[in-house]
């Protein structure tokens, strides 16, 4: 079990409901999981980097 920061987008009219994660980085490809497999802890509401 891994705790990941992507994003996740609702996959219309799935039977069962499903997600696609999709992450910012080109390297990953998206993947797909049922809704019951994703476990939401929190939100990323601001990030900064140095330049």
Do not use: C, Q
Request: glycine share 4%.
């Amino acid at each position: 079990m891994e705790l990941v920061a992507k994003r996740l987008e609702h996959i219309p009219n799935s039977d069962p409901p499903a997600v696609r994660v999709i992450s910012d980085n080109g390297f990953y490809s998206p993947y797909e999981r049922t809704a019951d497999e994703i476990h939401i802890v929190g939100r990323i509401r601001w990030f900064a980097r140095e330049i």
